[in-house]
Nanobody, 122 residues
Framework: VQLQASGGGLVQAGGSLRLSCAASGRTFSRDVMGWFRRAPGKEREFVAAISSSGGTTYYADSVKGRFTISRDNAKNTVYLQMNSPKPEDTAVYYC????????????????WGQGTQVTVSS
């Protein structure tokens, strides 16, 4: 499966932005999908995950209540709605797919997109 992330850009703090990640391949609807991010000088960080059906979601405490992950299996796409972003959310955001739900470990995800830059201005 190949992933193509898009939707990044410059957004003001308190605004909103929606990231998309389009997948090609036959297994998307069976896979758990997640979003991660990497800020300059920091380790890659888990953001959110969604089960294969979309019925269950899981968030990092730092984004809970502000970000929403969703998916449309008919379109082979996973989304990350970012509401009320903060300057500390500035990072390159990556989508990833795997088989294990409920994990925040990057090593548990088996395929990755190329990343999209999100910059939040204060």
């Amino acid at each position: 499966v190949q992933l193509q992330a898009s939707g990044g850009g410059l957004v003001q703090a308190g605004g909103s932005l929606r990231l998309s990640c389009a997948a090609s391949g036959r297994t998307f609807s069976r896979d758990v999908m997640g979003w991660f991010r990497r800020a300059p000088g920091k380790e890659r960080e888990f953001v959110a995950a969604i089960s294969s059906s979309g019925g269950t979601t899981y968030y990092a405490d730092s984004v809970k209540g502000r970000f929403t992950i969703s998916r449309d299996n008919a379109k082979n796409t996973v989304y990350l709605q970012m509401n009320s972003p903060k300057p500390e959310d500035t990072a390159v955001y990556y989508c990833a797919g795997g088989l294990i739900y409920g994990t925040s470990r990057p090593s548990e995800y088996t395929y990755w997109g190329q990343g999209t830059q999100v910059t939040v201005s204060s």
